[in-house]
């Protein structure tokens, strides 16, 4: 079924039926009630295609991000979608990490012509150039320094400090930090770093060990900080899952937390309250994150906003329950 069919069985033009559809232009109410019965006795649905061929627009945003399975992403999409609202829907692509995958989903979204990306990279992007025909594009936490490209940043170093300057405050003296990779998270590191340096302890590099950022990733890391000797009295990981790994490992080890090892995690994500004991972390805002992205989008989609990068900066903070 066609708009045509549509149009002759209600007995209007096909653009009467086009603004009974979109609702553009004020249509009387006995007209809409028989195009939309035509509507249901026919069976039409628009051409999602057809739309974007004659408009030009998808109406389709492409989310990339690391780890679909983890809640900060969900998170994150969602404060997306609600800023973005009708009529854009969107589509998460889910890279695992890998920079390969990362590229694939960048080009792929440009070549399916979507309306917009936003990106939470696995640390390749700095090494990706952006094409002249790319639409807008919104980086969450970093990457591709693009001079057209907008950016949401949580302040990640401020946070990760004021969660080490914790510890330290609580009488850690040495910490260990979990990271995702040394490639990823990096304004983590570096407010880790920055913090022992401010207390004249000198970051020892073997005391940063990888957590492919999950929850495995962190119980292995965990195990392997707590078989060193001497033995780190407190952790700092750089994600929440990576810190209830870190759980799942001291409980393994007959550690107690916080009474033989002071644990820290980032992003404040809603299992981080429930596990036992109740997570220390860093709130990292994935919702506001998420519609700060959409925000940036309308500007350049629909407000007409031109012009160069823009940031978004979003504060971190720290919530002290029982694990540090």
Known sequence: MTIADVARASGVSTTTVSHVLTGKRPVAAATQERVRHAVAELGYRPSRVARQLRMGSSQVVAVVVPDITNPFYGQLTRG????????????????????????????????????????????????????????????????????????????????????????????????????GSRATASHRLEGYQEALRDHGLEPADDLVVPGDFTRQGGRVAMTRLMRRDPRPDAVFCANDLMAIGALDAARELGLRVPDDVRLVGFDDIEAAAMVSPALTTVVNPAYQSGWAAGDLLKDRLVRGVEGPRRTVSLPCRLVVRESG
Do not use: K
């Open 80 to 179: 997306l979608a609600d800023a973005l609202g009708a009529p854009w829907g969107s589509y998460v692509c889910n890279t695992d990490g890998s920079a390969a995958r990362e590229q694939f989903f960048l080009s792929d979204a440009v070549a399916r012509g979507v309306d917009g990306i936003v990106i939470s990279s696995a640390g390749a992007t700095g090494e990706l150039a952006v094409g002249p025909d790319w639409p807008p594009l919104v980086t969450v936490g970093g990457g591709l320094e693009e001079v057209s490209v907008d950016g949401v940043l949580p302040a990640d170093r401020e946070g990760a400090y004021a969660a080490v300057q914790h510890l330290l405050a609580r009488g850690a003296r040495h910490v260990a930090m979990v990271v």
